[in-house]
């Protein structure tokens, strides 16, 4: 199973970008897909969730509800992060995640498959 992340690049604080995950049919075909992120010296840490056996219910960290929107592309096997009003916190490498076989969405050990990182800048 092979996730390849892409989309990240350096922007200005109040821009968007929209990170893509580009999985084997099998991988998007599991039961959820995720995207946390990791910034130097801290923990990978949870930025959002999609399960798809509920019906495509989405879950968000409380620091990017309402500006962060998780989809994906069935026909594409692709899974997508649109990121808008990115603020300087936001920079982080990005990295996507699938196959859930923990309860929690927030520990990146819940997720078995994950693709390599995309670095997302954010300047003020």
């Known amino acids: 199973v092979q996730l390849q992340a892409s989309g990240g690049g350096s922007v200005q604080a109040g821009d968007s970008l929209k990170l893509s995950c580009k999985t084997t049919?099998?991988?998007?075909?599991?039961?959820?897909m995720a995207w946390f992120r990791q910034s130097a010296g801290r923990e990978r840490e949870f930025v959002a969730g999609?399960?798809?056996?509920?019906?495509?219910?989405?879950y968000y960290a409380d620091s990017v509800k309402g500006r962060f929107t998780i989809s994906k592309d069935k026909n594409e096997n692709t899974g997508y992060l649109q990121m808008n009003n990115l603020k300087p916190e936001d920079a982080a490498v990005y990295y996507c995640?699938?196959?859930?076989?923990?309860?929690?969405?927030?520990?990146?050990?819940?997720?078995?498959?994950w693709g390599q990182g995309t670095q997302v800048t954010v300047s003020s």
């Open positions: 995640a699938a196959q859930k076989i923990g309860s929690s969405w927030y520990s990146p050990s819940s997720f078995v498959n």
């Open positions: 049919r099998r991988a998007f075909s599991s039961n959820s």
């Open positions: 999609v399960e798809w056996s509920s019906g495509g219910r989405t």
